[in-house]
């Protein structure tokens, strides 16, 4: 299985440490969106993408790469996150961008997401929150979780 990760960390590495214990997991490159061509994806069986959440939403970066993606047949895919808050409930942040790239003809088999160190807006006033995330715990959850998605994906 051939895999690539494309994953945007801007805030305080959060993203790319989960990232980088999934890319060992996988045996997967990860790049951030501006240093792949969309046309490369196609030559893998796998591709992750994923950012830190902003107000409910992935990365603007992350999002306007796949915005750009032509709509083709695809192999499978995965999508990640780091966030000060759970990906639950009705308002899922994780859902938008599965469903946007299943519209670009990904199968989307997986998502995982972990608490993440936070000083968006309001929090940077009070110091942040969920310091110290993502702790050694949520990288052996990251790597416990892509350990059973590569075992998933190779029957």
């Not at 999934?22 to 591709?47: F, K, N, S, T």
């Not at 946007?100 to 940077?124: E, I, M, N």
Request: contains cysteine.
């Amino acid at each position: 299985m051939k895999a690539i990760i494309v994953c945007t960390s801007v805030s305080h590495g959060n993203t790319q440490r989960v990232a980088d214990v999934l890319g060992e997991v996988l045996a997967a490159r990860v790049v951030a969106p501006d240093h792949i061509d969309a046309a490369e994806l196609a030559g893998y069986d796998l591709v992750g993408f994923g950012s830190g959440i902003f107000l409910g939403k992935f990365h603007a970066q992350l999002r306007e790469f796949v915005e750009a993606l032509p709509q083709a047949q695809r192999g499978k895919a995965f999508v990640f996150a780091t966030s000060g808050f759970p990906d639950a409930g009705l308002q899922r942040f994780s859902r938008p961008l599965v469903n946007q790239l299943g519209q670009k003809g990904f199968d989307v088999v997986d998502t995982f997401s972990c608490r993440a160190f936070d000083t968006y807006a309001p929090f940077k006033l009070v110091g942040g929150i969920r310091k110290g995330r993502p702790d050694a715990s949520d990288l052996a959850a990251a790597r416990t979780w892509a350990e059973g998605l590569r075992a998933g994906i190779a029957r």
